[in-house]
Structures are given as C-alpha cells and as structure tokens.
C-alpha cells in the first residue's frame, strides 16, 4: 500500500530544478521513478540552497 504525502516542494519548482540540473527529459518520460536516487538527491540539495538563499535576513549556516 502506498501513502500519498503532500508535497512541500511545487511541482513548478521540481521542474524548474530538474531542468537546471539536466534530468527533465527523463522525468517527464518516466516520473520520479525513472530518476536515479542521485539526482533526486541534488534536487533535494538545491532545494535546500534555494531556501536557504532566501531567507528572511539571510544568515549564512556554513
């Protein structure tokens, strides 16, 4: 049995990583199931910096 989880991230914005980071291509053909674990995990990364980066007060964590 699957569970259905709402998604914090927007579709628009899972797009617009997948493009930048070059697996758009495969993502639309087969979904996130086609997608390496890999790339999934930069689009986590860069979802991360892309939130970081605008914070209110934008302090730096490194």
């Known amino acids: ?18 493009q930048e980071l070059g697996f758009a291509g495969t993502l639309h053909q087969e979904g996130f199931g086609g997608v390496s674990s890999r790339n999934c995990g930069n689009m986590v990364k860069m979802a991360i910096e892309l939130a970081e980066r605008n914070l209110p007060n934008n302090t730096n964590f490194t």
């Open 1 to 18: 049995m699957s569970r259905r989880r709402s998604s914090i991230m927007s579709d628009a914005l899972k797009e617009q990583i997948a």
